[in-house]
């Protein structure tokens, strides 16, 4: 999987945090729902804009960017 295909930054939206296919989720957000023990099936149900594959890119992306190691 290839975040980038997923990862958009838009300087209008969301103030340019990198955002999810366009959509108004940021990575951080995610992230912290992820960090706040929420199951990836509680976030999918929670927000059905969200597939599968964008929990994996918000991931992917955080690792590639080292945001993990900022947590």
Same mark, same amino acid.
Request: aromatic share 12%; with cysteine.
């Given at each position: 999987? #290839? ?7 838009? +300087? ?5 945090? +990198?955002? /999810?296919?366009?959509? *108004?989720?940021?990575?951080? !957000? /995610?992230? !912290?729902?992820?960090?706040? !023990?929420?199951? !990836?099936?509680?976030?999918?149900? #929670?927000? +059905?804009?969200?597939? *599968?594959? #964008? ?14 190691? *900022?947590?």
């Amino acid at each position: 999987m #290839d975040y980038r295909d997923y990862i958009t930054i838009e +300087p209008n939206k969301r103030g340019g945090k +990198p955002c /999810v296919r366009s959509l *108004r989720f940021t990575v951080y !957000e /995610v992230l !912290e729902y992820l960090a706040s !023990e929420m199951t !990836e099936k509680e976030i999918l149900e #929670d927000f +059905p804009d969200l597939k *599968r594959e #964008d929990l994996k890119a918000y991931i992917a992306y955080a690792a590639d960017r080292g945001l993990c190691n *900022r947590m």
